[in-house]
């Protein structure tokens, strides 16, 4: 239950405010060159503290691997790895104990378990998603070796959009800016709505658009684990997220079969293309060889910097009154996480597939 | 890769043209009552051939149950069963044997296994989701002992929308017309909308919208295998679904988190509620006890009734001549499977959770 | 719970008084060409009824494949098949409804789902393996492709001991005789013994001896999916079967490290062999080339064709008077069936190698 | 491939001479009182060093529990743990890295994976099994909430062999001496034996039984999920294990059924029982509510204290001196590894077995 993948697979652990939160990845095959300086580049890029637009604090998130990793190089065997919790002020939580914080996983889990470890969100924050990050950026270099690259990006911020399609873009677009949104027009106010929010106590959603670039024709299986219903998964385990589309998505319910066929073209090499990619690079659930791109839409999140009525565990009223450091929009610091995600689901489907013919 | 499902799993087989599709269901519990004319119900809702608005094909899709029910009642043991594919016309699709159809699987399975079963798509036809309604016939048996109650929609045909909220209808409003919209002025455009686009030849996509009613509280779990996350693949996994999303979805990116914060309530009998529902029933991938809620998006399908360019399997351009019979619009169809879908969902959620407290 | 296996993957379903028992295999790679006589040829040797000493039951046992594969070739998608049960004669068994078998399933079924299928044992039949002689003659023709030969036969039948090694055998010599011991001098005996002890309306154990050939270097995993831990989990799910051992097994307990160290030696062709093979082909759970020996040991089976005491589901003391047809004597037919599980475990590995290395 | 269980799943990470081994334990259900001494208990009984018939070996072996406990009880989230390697010497094994010490896993391991981290055996170090204790100490602890007792006990050693049967035994008994044979008799000679073989730089293997009290009625699946297929996998997948076998076992097959079958009695108390206990506590795969007894055979260890001749890894004939530190009979430390095991697949199956009825 707290792990992803069939083949190449994530088993995540840890609370925000416990020791340590890490994992182990199994399934990684061996003789991989392990780059340990971009695993820990991706975790920064998800680190909190590293802007004014998002919580300030403050996590080193420096990660240790333990095993798996020989002289370099993947053996074969499980990487198994830890991420110490440095900032716990577990003092600050005291009073989350006994009230059910609105919109958030304290009830639930309580009443699932019948207790729970309230500080931080314990198990629900989404400080678990680093360990995804380690995972998700193992699999991006073992996607390289492939030529395939997976990158995602800040596309909408409240109401403010990216107008430009996808394939205006590459992965080095996306950091340029603070919001990870590749139009600095667009970002910029992006980041000024987010400043305004943040100023205001509240919180803002958004959407990430994720884009996998040179994916092999073949990748996921015919019916239940079609290509993007693996991505749906993956996407939707992510704290805040509420939505997932890939390919023409949602904009296509209103558009005729006429309009979006994608039509087959051979180019000069002798490669079949498409003409458009309405179908979002997959086409029964297995990748054509077109880009595959997607997007998720993440909640504006439930921790305001405001006072909130809420119940305590006895179900009387009271006023949660704000303390702490928040994010008051989750989507720069997300932008890794669907990365990541996206990576483990591709990379998955790569080695599976090697087992699709005698 | 067949398999759907932790504990309550279905495993399904079959191509439109072959013997027979069917499938297993393993981990259903001992000792439910089954009412089998219930499954060819569900069967029959989704049936090819039911109305003016959908496929003319004639498929009684008639269920024989093979093991695992014993003097009316489950046993414990595996499920099997099986429904014979009665009319082949095989000879039909002679002329797809060496060409791909634009959007679809044609090209990807090709690619993927060296060769396909040509014939009116194989196991990429909507016709493998016949299996999943009778596991899901099942599972809504199952959760009616439990007060769990499924069911789904058409909210949107193209650019009609269904205006009135979920919360307007109950699962005895679906089957009223013949394209599942429960509210007849809405509907009665939507048919006019499939039955002109039929009539030009091409076909229109929209919108599903599914609804759990008297979900437990403590369903799901924290981390990869969050409810939601379920629901989505599950969700994905049904043929010519593009997009997920529950609760605000989508349309929650624009707002404010002091917005859309579902505040909880205690009732008269002591119950804790929300006060609203914007979570759409899940909180931290784990069951609240309001209403689920969520949306599926459905693209109009490639297969017009009219000539369409493509290329064969050497890469030659051909013109594919349009014959057989089709849906111009799959949603009146896909009501049942997004329903058995997600009784699947949330029965084996349900039984998942058995094992949550010592 | 009623799967076997990682990538190729068996789910068998079917009480042995039902309509039909059957199974779906997934995972099978696309572009085998299938043998379908080979398929039904392991079922007649399984068959009850082809000679004097096993049960006099007519079952024809004729596998019916109703997808998965197309003009003569795998495709891929999972094959489903069903068996008929012809010779159902339920109501021979109408005595066996209030009443729990001594040393069979009857009790343990009946406690843990409440109630069962009576008849002839309902799942708990031997009849179930049917299925995994489907899959596994599949597997042993894929394996075929690899060089790869899985064969067994009985070693041992009550106190008399085949003593020649597993060396002095090919797979060509054990179906010379009904018993299936590929020594004609010991298998007199052995066949002696059971007609004797059938006369006395009695049953007799024994051991079956795998052997794999041409196994290639590197099948299995390092630690829970140690190779001959998959065989013996593959072992011990056959019905009757109460131990296993592989290599040296129990008779390497008494010696010393020294005398069963297998020493390195690089042959004339510059390969690596062992100069002798008390690992029985496995080192550190992985398969390191040499043969691959191992032995089942099967318990006298409980049905006694003579009257038994034992308690009714009142626990009310009864007697339960013979009838039916059963086996003196499991192994002759058990062999095909150990070969079947063995020929699933080893083709299994060799698709999970596919993801050793990068 | 590096988890064991369904529901309570253990993922192990680690090699002997890397920073540290760990594992996490998923599916713990929530509210069970944890005692961490208790864990460090077990450990301690694996620990090298405890005595003068094992390993001189130092390694504190402490656990470090990372997550999944809060306030002295499980979480229902997953438990990460770790344990740091101290006694590393890594260079005591550069002599190793070049070549494949015979019937050790040093050659299949490169074979299939290029590499190896070949420091003190890597991953393939029993070392590993020191995660399956704290998992299985955690197992035991639920265990005894529902009055279940695992334990196990050196019946063999060489040919010393203890003749009184199980029945004659409780956990008590098994820690009174060094070797961990419940009779001291016994263990005085198979003391002597041990130090024999050690001082001739040898190695001895023998026998563990292992013995389930209390076990309730119904754990296990029918086919191939039986209780005993599941203990197979679990004591095969132990170091150095070459068979397993449950209730009457190989000493079975010389026997008739008439001798064997366990007749059913209702005691005093109204509850059923078996008079006799050939069955082994299981019968169809499921637990009958007797004893659950079993045999695991350890092969003599093929790390000798004497050099040994084998071949490079570029085929090379070499000798190898032995040196470092190394257990003469790995049975008393083995011990501690097979109750851990066992408990495991019990507690999994009382899991699992929680979805048996509706």
Redesign the interface.
């Known amino acids: 239950?707290?792990?992803?993948g069939e083949?190449f697979k994530l088993?995540?652990?840890?609370?925000s405010h416990?020791?340590?939160?890490?994992?182990?990845i199994?399934?990684m095959?061996?003789?991989?060159e392990v780059n340990q300086q971009a695993i820990q580049h991706e975790l920064n890029r998800r680190r909190p503290g590293q802007s004014e637009i998002v919580t300030a604090r403050k996590e080193s998130d420096t990660v240790?691997?333990?095993?798996?990793i020989?002289e370099g190089?993947?053996?074969?065997?499980?990487?198994?790895f830890?991420i110490e919790n440095n900032d716990q002020h577990s003092n600050d939580y005291e009073n989350m104990r006994s009230l059910?914080r609105?919109?958030?996983?304290?009830?639930?889990?309580s009443?699932?378990?019948?207790?729970?470890?309230h500080r931080g969100g314990?198990?629900?924050s989404a400080r678990?998603t680093a360990a995804r990050i380690v995972a998700g950026a193992l699999a991006k270099q073992?996607l390289a070796?492939y030529g395939i690259e997976v990158f995602a990006y800040t596309s909408?911020i409240?109401?403010i959009k990216l107008e430009k399609p996808y394939t205006s873009f590459t992965s080095t677009d996306v950091d340029k800016n603070v919001v990870r949104c590749p139009d600095d027009d667009t970002a910029a106010k992006m980041i000024d709505l987010i400043s305004k929010?943040k100023a205001s106590g509240?919180?803002?959603?958004?959407?990430i658009t994720g884009v996998v670039r040179g994916c092999h024709?073949?990748l996921?299986?015919?019916?239940?684990?079609?290509l993007?219903?693996?991505?749906?998964?993956?996407?939707?385990?992510i704290n805040a997220a509420?939505?997932?589309?890939?390919?023409?998505?949602?904009d296509?319910?209103?558009?005729?079969?006429?309009?979006?066929?994608?039509?087959?073209?051979?180019n000069s090499d002798?490669e079949?293309h498409?003409s458009t990619n309405?179908?979002?690079g997959?086409?029964?659930?297995?990748?054509?060889g077109e880009d595959i791109y997607f997007r998720v839409?993440?909640?504006?999140?439930?921790?305001?910097l405001?006072d909130?009525?809420?119940?305590d565990t006895q179900?009387n009223n009271v006023i949660l009154h704000a303390k702490g450091r928040h994010d008051p929009c989750v989507l720069p610091r997300a932008v890794p996480i669907v990365e990541a995600m996206a990576a483990m689901v591709i990379f998955d489907a790569l080695?599976?597939?090697?087992?699709?013919?005698?």
């Open positions: 239950m707290n792990s992803f083949i088993t995540s652990f840890g609370e416990g020791v340590a939160i890490g994992g182990v199994d399934g095959p061996a003789g991989l240790k691997i333990l095993s798996g020989f190089k993947t053996t074969g065997t499980p990487i198994g830890v059910f609105p919109s958030h996983a304290d009830y639930t889990y009443m699932k378990y019948g207790a729970r470890d314990g198990r629900s678990e073992a070796k909408q409240g109401d929010v509240d919180t803002v959603g958004g959407i024709v073949g996921g299986d015919p019916v239940f684990g079609k993007h219903a693996r991505l749906a998964s993956a996407m939707m385990s509420k939505g997932f589309d890939y390919g023409m998505g949602f296509g319910v209103n558009l005729l079969g006429s309009e979006v066929s994608d039509i087959f073209v051979k002798g079949v498409t309405n179908s979002g997959i086409q029964g659930g297995i990748s054509n839409a993440f909640k504006p999140v439930a921790t305001l405001r909130v009525e809420t119940i179900g080695l599976l597939n090697r087992v699709s013919r005698i």
